[in-house]
């Protein structure tokens, strides 16, 4: 193709391509780049500087070194509490969370009837707004008037023993499984839809394979179904952890972060920083920690996963 | 749960009836989820159609004796539901278009244009995606308030969360598996690389764009710590915040706080019953895309 060219033509446009896309390259890319950087990068940067200042927006910053960080290991119980919470959220939520969307897909996976109308109901409180969920929620766990109580209370009428309803969000003891309950019924949904996109790419002779040989249905889940989901299940793990960590929407409308601070999470403890105390340097101290928190968990579990992870081809995905 | 001959141990069952007797069980646990999924939206419609003397009272009615709709009535007048409505339609519709536009031009030149500092470009935009938003959520607020004056407008909402590097990732992935010859079979019919990117690459790419529209839009209609934060008025709010508000200032009136959030969710959940695979294929695609 190359001989018809002659010297004294141009080239034909396709040849020239490659000395175009220089300039073609960052035309392309220039929309995005610049909303990155303005909304992305920048802020990045400019948070860690913030996060050694003082500054309340109304009068001019004051630099103040390393003291952000040194306060809040040192001197700020809030933290430690709203550590402590975000880490007790993550333990709980992420294991229940996958547990359950494993449930879920494992018997969704089946030929058995209605299989559409499951999905759509169980997947529904996904496209749910968060905020409608929190509110309904907060009506179920109401002390005196809300559904559970009443039904505790039916108990304690029939059965005769004397039970009485948790005081879910105004005792620290319960609001924190409050929280972590709707989480389960507002997410449970997508580790089911994953998880079915996983148990799916299964190859079928794998099972029939095994069935020749005899293996019961929980050995086949044992010895084939996890091992072969598990990257989905690291996966899973490694979305829902960042998610827990990032926790605030459910605290925030739910129980303000209370009672006595029993869901004050990091997340929420940035926002108070920054828009109830107006404290935006201390504001971005905390959710960089955060972020070193997200990044040396994320680290951890990707160094583990060889342990227990399997991929099928040798390179991963 | 599926039969199968298992050696020990087994009832004189055939195959068929315990296959069948699984699929019972399978139903009866499906149906304890199925009604912890439910019973929150049912309580949230009952509460709505309530009269307050029948909101406090034990036991709890599922039924109201008397259908109040004039609680529908009441928080429309509470609240201007039609406002958040319009705001939450502009900004998610205008944040997934940029969203989508920006990632496929941009995702287009990682994957298939040569240029200088390419590849380092690409991996500063891999390196931000496990940076929360909760760090550039500070910053960005002091820009739009201070820098740019965009405080408690369409822009502030709109462009801070229109810019994400995952949306690029996700669509590079997906353009880079596409054979190269075919913009090659392009360039050589004359085709320009603009052409080649709406005429080529995006027709086949339909799937991923779908997919990444779906999970921009649901997370923009339903994002809450940005729109509160950036938003001081009832003109400005967007549904999940006018929500919020709404519960600050009626904090035991369950019937009217229980009307707005079925007002709030009844379109997206319409929307959601007609159009539910696309949905469940949209959040799996671009969640198994990422990371």
């Not at chain 1, 290991?73 to 919470?85: E, Q, W, Y």
């Not at chain 2, 004796?65 to 958040?84: C, I, M």
């Not at chain 2, 536009?101 to 298939?112: D, H, S, W, Y």
């Not at chain 2, 607020?141 to 590097?165: E, G, H, K, M």
């Amino acid at each position: 193709m190359a001989s018809d060219a002659s010297p004294l033509r141009p080239p034909p446009r396709w040849r020239r391509w490659r000395a175009d896309q220089q300039s073609e390259g960052y035309l392309f890319l220039l929309p995005s780049l610049a909303g990155f950087l303005l909304f992305v990068l920048i802020p990045v940067v400019a948070a860690l500087v913030l996060s050694l200042y003082e500054w309340s927006l109304l009068s001019p910053g004051e630099y103040v070194g390393l003291t952000n960080y040194l306060n809040l290991f040192r001197r700020d119980p809030t933290f430690f509490k709203a550590l402590g919470n975000t880490l007790y959220f993550t333990v709980t939520i992420v294991p229940l969370q996958l547990a359950a969307g494993l449930a879920v897909a494992l018997a969704l996976n089946q030929a058995i009837k209605g299989l559409a109308i499951y999905r759509l109901i169980y997947f529904m409180p996904v496209v749910t707004t968060i905020v409608a969920g929190a509110l309904v929620f907060q009506w179920i766990f109401n002390k005196d008037f809300g559904i559970l109580s009443a039904v505790i209370w039916r108990i304690n009428e029939l059965t005769g023993i004397p039970v009485q309803p948790p005081d879910w969000l105004t005792d620290p003891a319960w609001a924190r499984p409050a929280v972590v309950i709707l989480t389960l019924w507002k997410n449970v949904g997508f580790t089911m839809v994953i998880y079915l996109a996983g148990l799916q790419a299964i190859p079928v002779e794998l099972y029939d394979a095994a069935e020749v040989d005899g293996a019961t249905s929980w050995r086949r889940l044992l010895y084939i179904t996890l091992p072969m989901i598990s990257p989905t299940t690291f996966f899973l793990m490694v979305i829902q952890m960042i998610g827990a960590f990032q926790l605030f929407d459910e605290a925030f409308v739910m129980t303000r972060g209370g009672p006595a601070q029993a869901t004050t999470t990091i997340v929420y403890y940035v926002y108070v920083n920054a828009f109830e105390y107006r404290r935006f340097g201390m504001a971005s101290t905390v959710a960089w920690v955060l972020f070193a928190f997200i990044f040396a968990f994320t680290f951890l579990q990707n160094r583990l996963q060889h342990r227990w992870v399997h991929y099928e081809t040798d390179d991963g995905r | 749960m599926a039969a199968e001959p298992s050696p020990a141990g087994n009832t004189g069952l055939t195959r068929q009836a315990r296959t069948r007797l699984g699929h019972t069980v399978l139903h009866a646990a499906l149906l304890v989820g199925t009604f912890f999924m439910v019973m929150p939206f049912l309580w949230m419609l009952s509460t709505s159609l309530k009269m307050p003397k029948e909101i406090f009272r034990y036991p709890p009615l599922w039924i109201p004796t008397e259908f109040a709709w004039s609680n529908y009535r009441d928080t429309l007048t509470a609240l201007p539901f039609d406002r958040f409505y319009l705001n939450s339609a502009i900004v998610s519709v205008s944040s997934t278009l940029i969203q989508v536009l920006a990632a496929a031009l941009a995702a287009f030149a990682f994957a298939r244009l040569r240029f200088k500092g390419r590849n380092p470009l690409f991996l500063l935009y891999l390196a931000t995606l496990m940076i929360p938003f909760q760090v550039t959520m500070i910053p960005n607020f002091i820009l739009i308030s201070r820098v740019l004056d965009w405080y408690n407008t369409y822009q502030a909402l709109i462009f801070p969360t229109s810019f994400s590097a995952f949306s690029v990732f996700l669509l590079r992935q997906f353009f880079a598996g596409l054979p190269m010859e075919l913009d090659e079979a392009a360039r050589m019919d004359g085709a320009s690389t603009l052409r080649i990117w709406w005429q080529v690459i995006l027709p086949l790419s339909g799937p991923a764009l779908a997919a990444l529209s779906i999970f921009s839009f649901l997370g923009s209609w339903n994002s809450f710590l940005w729109p509160l934060v950036v938003t001081a008025s009832n003109e400005m709010r967007t549904i999940p915040v006018g929500l919020s508000a709404f519960q600050g200032e009626h904090n035991t009136a369950w019937n009217l706080l229980m009307a707005g959030s079925v007002i709030a969710l009844v379109p997206v959940l319409a929307v959601y019953m007609v159009g539910q695979n696309w949905f469940q294929r949209g959040i799996t695609l671009s969640g198994m895309g990422g990371r």
